[in-house]
């Protein structure tokens, strides 16, 4: 009796303290929110910080999706940028055709989004498809060549602008749209990575052999891995296209994936927190120094070598900011036992 007594006090001391920890995340996102949105109506933050802000919460958004891939999949891919282009002219071309039918700026970039979701979701699967047969730098090498092909195919047709651009797309992206967006995002990828589908993944990137003896479907659950960080990619290009309010194809050139790369890299490979505190340092540090022009990069790239020589397993690791505490329980309840 006093053992199921026991039991149902650790579950819900247990569940007490998610339900604390995820008030203490609401209560972080409200205070930011508000602290922003006040700063933003006194005139303190200008528009180019505003817009700063806004690109760190689209690059979130793209980050948390690659980390789906990359991250908690293992898969090495280089062409990220290639399906936020697809999600990105989508949702402008949806926007241009549907923007003096809709009066509401939210309705319209939803809309679009979930196009750019669609289109981005079936180029993942169709790539996804033969890309996963491969490992390592060979899937990596193919991805790079996906969104290189997709910028030359945007570069060279007559319905994206081509080369001189896609004009006419309403510039919607505000602080709070681009906040909610990010909120929504991460939050339904951290309850993905929770789900029972999301440990299959995590598994596979622990040891694939393993996970397939024990009757996980190893193909089937990275094409869905892949899928979803496509669709979510979709929705960073949506948010790119309204920020922007123009669309070029040199916008999505390789150097574009590679900085979501190393956001990912430096935030930590399976962690959504490390990806949000890498993508605020790696957006503001440059314009921190941009009064030491000179020394601009210089600095920026040994900034990151010196953090990848000290920290190789990124800022966070594997760990999210609200595990340290069990973590740290844990580590002292085992050694209590020895």
Known sequence: MNAIKQALLNAFTETKKVVVERWMIFAIVFGFYAVVSILIATGTLNRYYTFLLISVMI???????????????????????????????????????????????????????????????????????????????????????????????????EFTGGTFGLKGIPRLMTFPMALLTTVIVVTIIYMFINSRHGRAIISIREDEIASENVGINITRFKLLGFIVASMFAGVGGSMFAFKEAILYPQSFDFIRSVEIFVVVVLGGMGSLSGTMISAFILIFVPELLRDFDQYRYLTYSSLLIIIMLYRPQGLMGKREIFSFKKRRKLIDSSMNLD
């Open 59 to 157: 690059m979130i958004v793209l980050a948390a999706s690659l980390n789906i891939a990359t991250g908690f999949l293992g898969q090495l891919v280089l062409g990220h940028a290639g399906f936020m282009a697809i999600g990105a002219y989508t949702a402008g071309l949806i926007a241009i055709q549907i923007k003096d039918h809709i009066g509401s700026d939210y309705l319209i970039f939803f809309i679009s989004s979930i196009g750019a979701m669609i289109t981005a979701g079936i180029a993942g699967l169709l790539v996804g498809t033969p890309a996963l047969r491969l490992r390592g730098d060979y899937l990596g090498i193919m991805t790079l060549g996906f969104g290189e092909i997709v910028r030359l195919i945007i570069r060279n047709v």
